[in-house]
């Protein structure tokens, strides 16, 4: 499912003036189509997490015969092992020559290398020096009028401008987003999204240092997970995480990022990971009922200001937050341990109802969690398990069978448990913070010919904050079986069959 939504929101991109589009019909194709996926079980959230990682992948492509780890670990789509295996591979036979080699190094195979081929280059492998006068610079505008009455304090353009340098090993860029109905500047004559960045890659112990906006992720993302999370469809192939990773900051959600300074750095085999970041945030302050002081009633992630409310909103919170992940592969094992601390300029309160008396409540949290990963041969395993300061727990376990070479399965098991928080944690595509649920995911992929491949997959749910109060549980369950076969070229017909079960006993 996944590689065709990537290959969808290329096909989309490929006809459009500019990556991001410059006309209105051009937005609202990609609005309708974004709409679609929607539509069959995917959160809004999470496509716009792919095609904004997608976007960046097509402006900047990955080049093969000079990429580092870090650099590979852009491929989001990419298993660590598989990027080790691509690692080994360049070593032992020198540059990789073409796009049908990559078919042949182990963990990969042409459905991988053909998805890779619009997002990777490949070169000499020579890396340009900072100094000998190469650099490059990218401008993307992106400008859509709707054409509706307007009752908002700002005009009905959306617009979105990104612009990137890079010379050698530095890199900087920005990014200046107004929604529909925002104002362009605000009071302080700041727009109502800037965002913006330096890289420099480092040699020694330092491999690179960031200044400014960045994304981070360690681990599965139980603790922190920037970005595109799987897990909420049942037809998810590639349910496990990449690499873990700090990168600089592109995207436009104005909440799920960190401002500040992180490193990643190499020491006598061990990988490490710092930030400290200073950032605001949205939500929604309230004053103590007949006392003195105020606190945060709940968070505001959806970056719309445009009315005085959501304009009050607007960057209200500040969230002070650290982290450090630490992790070492030796041969097929992978190791990881993750420290992470936030601290808000007030604390969170909520009203005592029965959906939200578990939520997290304070002005400080604290997680840690141990990753690992497995590669034998045909079976993959991976998983994590975390604590949080509160006392809680959540446990991801997942396990990737290839029991022939044109079958594959995957099997899925998250829970994340009542008071257990880790705010920008996600875990089957969901927020790791007041979202206690455990869920099951379990599909298999079968080539029955050369272009006929079936998918079957159950994904089922349950919201575990119902049971901590009255002893039953709201659950979902879906049902997605598809046969596809490839005709020619990008033309395939599709027969699917979907059900969708769910019960909200919520007394």
């Not at 990218?138 to 700002?154: A, H, Q, T």
């Not at 592109?250 to 909440?255: G, I, R, W």
């Not at 004053?287 to 003195?292: K, L």
């Not at 304070?362 to 604590?387: C, H, P, Q, T, V």
Request: aromatic share 12%; no cysteine; hydrophobic share 35%.
């Amino acid at each position: 499912m996944l590689l065709r939504i990537i290959a969808s929101v290329i096909f989309l991109m490929t006809f459009l003036p500019t990556s991001w589009g410059q006309s209105l019909s051009s937005g609202q194709k990609i609005e309708s189509y974004m709409e679609e996926l929607v539509s069959f079980g995917f959160d809004e959230s999470h496509i716009t997490d792919i095609s904004e990682e997608i976007s960046q992948l097509l402006i900047q492509p990955v080049d093969l015969n000079s990429a580092n780890e870090n650099e590979l670990s852009r491929l989001f789509f990419l298993t660590p092992f598989q990027i080790k295996s691509l690692l080994q591979h360049r070593n032992k036979k020198g540059n990789i020559l073409s796009v049908n080699e990559i078919s042949f190094i182990p963990g990969f195979d042409n459905e991988l290398a053909s998805l890779m081929e619009p997002f990777i280059s490949i070169t000499d492998g020579k890396r340009r020096k900072y100094g000998d006068g190469y650099s490059k610079n990218i401008l993307l505008s992106n400008i859509i009028f709707y054409d509706k009455e307007n009752v908002f304090p700002g005009s009905n353009i959306k617009s979105l401008t990104k612009y990137n340098h890079s010379s050698g090993k530095v890199s900087a860029g920005l990014t200046i987003e107004k929604d529909a109905g925002e104002k362009f500047l605000n009071e302080n004559y700041y727009p109502d999204f800037l965002s913006g960045y330096v890289s420099i890659e480092g040699s020694g112990i330092l491999e690179k240092l960031i200044l400014g906006d960045f994304a981070v992720r360690f681990g599965q993302g139980i603790t922190i997970w920037h970005g595109y999370s799987a897990g909420t469809s049942p037809l998810d192939a590639n349910p496990m995480k990449g690499v873990s990773t700090i990168k600089p900051y592109t995207s436009s959600d104005e909440n799920n990022f960190f401002r500040g300074i992180a490193a990643i750095s190499r020491i006598s085999g061990f990988k490490i990971l710092t930030y400290l970041s200073d950032n605001k945030i949205d939500g929604n302050i309230k004053d103590y009922p007949g006392e003195s002081g105020k606190y945060i009633s709940s968070f505001y992630d959806n970056g719309l200001h445009n009315s005085l409310s959501t304009y009050n909103k607007h960057d209200a919170i500040n969230e002070l937050s650290a982290g450090i992940n630490i992790s070492r592969n030796i041969k097929f094992i992978n190791l990881g341990v993750s420290l992470t601390a936030t601290q808000f300029s007030l604390p969170v309160e909520h009203n005592e109802t029965t959906r939200e008396m578990f939520d997290f409540r304070g002005s400080r949290n604290f997680s840690a969690s141990i990753d690992n990963s497995l590669s034998l041969n045909k079976l993959y395993l991976y998983g994590e398990y975390a604590i949080s300061s509160d006392g809680g727990a959540a446990i991801l376990q997942g396990v990737r069978i290839t029991p022939a070479d044109r079958v594959r399965i995957n099997i899925l098991y998250g829970n994340t448990g009542r008071g257990y928080s880790s705010f920008h944690g996600k875990l089957f595509g969901k927020e790791t913070v007041n979202n206690f649920r455990r869920g099951v995911l379990t599909n298999i992929t079968a080539d029955l010919a050369p272009r006929l491949t079936l998918m079957a997959g159950i994904l089922k749910q349950n919201e575990n904050w119902y049971g901590y109060y009255s002893g039953t549980f709201g659950r979902s369950v879906k049902y997605i079986s598809e046969v596809s076969y490839e005709l020619s070229g990008n033309s395939n017909i599709t027969a699917s069959l979907r059900s969708k079960v769910s019960s909200d006993d919520t007394y």
